[in-house]
């Protein structure tokens, strides 16, 4: 051992002494709090019925504010097991054994999960310490076992690290370098690969690790620096290579990224490790077809279970992202079978199953952006400033670059943050974005309906209709964007408004013989009044199919004399859904579409005939928000209740497969 780092040692063993003293004095006179005992109640409770999420939430919860409670971190430690979350047993572990240093099974599980986490020196450290204190507690012959594995694996990790048999405590310390990172605690993992880096400069892995340590605390400068220099002097290394191209798109050189990518596709590492980091490169930007070539390149290599879940995952992403949803679904489920805490893995399944409609996404957000600068874009948005945003922005001017990325195979909380900087920041390059967003097939339908909608509020589109990808199919739609006014297109003439309300009465209360002549008086006091024209057109129509043909005829003479008529453009409309014309209605719809105002009634009315094409079309995904629309204007409006049961019958399996039959009788 090195001078410097036996100095090192003996300082942190000090330590070490001087903690367990205190710790163990505070642990034998502390007792739980009425309110402690009454949480470890409750998580009891939940752990007997099997809801190990809630308890695990419960006790996490209680944790932050009882961080010296030995019997609250002994029930986290059933929990992770029961989860199988090793990662968090290791943690726990360490917090209890930091808390009581005698305490034998702390130390069997603190072993056990750094085993399972890969970390076998902080293991092999683990069991020998628990063999020297205990060396004939009941669970020893286990213990020498487990030592004799993970110190032989550790053995083979010197060799490969180029370390002497003497640098064991180094490869400790490289060990926890990793298992900080792993656990997010990122300053620490600076602190120790700078500690190990002084001593052996020549560790790759190590600089390897300070990069992406760098990174995620928000120093992406430091952290390109690093990787610049990492590649220059070691060209040869893989692993360097790829996480190079990552850190150069997250810092936004995607040029630089592309071409890293482009000769890791013509010579793909026979190496685990950077194999993984070359798909993982891959898949975050998005190249679908070169993450399966180089997966399938990478079947003879043998590779580690957590190695093989990985390439697992990205495969199924690509698979997923180039339709073939069945092959996806497999590969996850073999991804799951090799390593079952795969997050990655089960939250883009979950998302499929709840129909979230943001899946598949490569990595978490937490891959793509450091959590500094996710805090300060999240405490700017709190903020309700219009320029916060932008002021992020100015900060962060590399996560601008990431928005396309983002919007197109970002996990839920990614693709929403960066919908919402976008439209932020309005600039040509976001409105770009959203553009593309709005028409791919990409991430939720009402998302993308969102990105349209905004597109056409800042005149970069019409009203359409627009080819949309909704509810799992290409549909035209068009886009609405009107205020409510009190003032209708066309002004009713003063003179018959008092007939007019007493005609509509007799209309809706299925006097239609009284309605017809009610308006047509009102058309004696004014011939050329649209709204006594129309009414009287749906007068005659109400009175039976022989009399419908004259009722078309003067709606056609209404829409001619008056374009600008809304209602006779939604009953004629109306009338070529029921001759499933569908196309003429949506000829007459779109004009509205343009429409900057509408009367109540009259949004009322176009809101209700395109509910009635949605469902003619099957989209009822389209036909629910517009119904809701309708609620928010007028919630108590007869009208939509009558479309909510229309809605409800047609999407009853009996309908849709009488439509279907009928539809199929109609084109022989």
Known sequence: MSKQRRASKKKHDRNKRKTQKATATVVGSRQPTARLSKRLAEADDLIA?????????????????????????????????GLDDHLMIARTAERLVRLQPGNADGWMMMAQGYMFCGRVAMAANAWRHFLERWPKHENAVKARKAEEIAGEAATGMLKDLGFSEDDFDWLV???????????????????????????????????????????????????????????????????????????????????????????????????QDAVAAQVELLGILGRDDDVLSVVKSAEPIDKDPRCCAALKHFEAVALMRSGRGAEAHASWKQCLKLDPGYTPATENLHDLNSSGGHAPWPDSIAKWIPKPVIDQFVNELKSGDSGAFTRAVEKYPYFATLVPALLDRGDPIGRELAFRLAR?????????????????????????????????????????????????????????????TDEPSIPINPLTAELQTEGYKALTSGDAARGEQIFRQCLEIDSDDPSSLHNLAAAILQQGFERKQEAVQLLLEVHERFPDYLFARTSLAQI????????????LLSPLHERQQMHISEAMAFMAVSIEVAIARDNFGTAEKLLNSMKQFAPDDRVIAQLRRKIDRARQPIRKALKGFASGLSRR
């Not at 209680?62 to 929990?79: I, T």
């Not at 002084?198 to 995620?216: C, D, E, I, Q, T």
Request: hydrophobic letters at 40%; charged letters at 35%.
């Open 49 to 81: 019925r099997r809801r190990l999420h809630e308890a695990r939430e419960l006790l996490e919860r209680e944790g932050g504010k009882r961080q010296r409670s030995p019997e609250l971190l002994e029930m986290l430690l059933y929990v992770y097991q």
């Open 576 to 587: 070529a859904i029921y001759e499933n014309d569908l196309e003429r209605a949506r000829e």
């Open 173 to 271: 310390l490289h060990d926890e370098i990793l298992f900080e990172i792993g656990s997010g605690e990122f300053e620490d993992a600076v602190s120790k690969c700078r500690e190990l880096l002084k001593a052996k400069p020549g560790v790759v892995s190590v600089r390897n690790n300070l990069v992406l340590a760098l990174f995620h605390l928000g120093r992406g400068d430091e952290a390109r620096n690093v990787s610049r220099e990492t590649v220059s002097t070691w060209p040869d290394n893989r692993f360097a290579e790829a996480l190079h191209g990552r850190i150069e798109f997250l810092t936004g050189d995607a040029a630089e990224a592309n071409a890293i990518a482009d000769r890791i596709v013509r010579n793909p590492s026979d190496q």
């Open 424 to 484: 932020a920041v309005g600039s040509p390059e976001m409105l770009d974005a959203l553009h593309d967003f709005a028409f791919s097939q990409r991430g939720p339908d009402d998302l993308r309906f969102q990105a349209l909608t905004y597109l056409k509020e800042k005149g970069r589109l019409g009203a359409g209709p627009h080819r949309l990808y909704r509810d799992g199919d290409w549909d035209e739609i068009q886009v609405a964007g009107f205020d409510i």
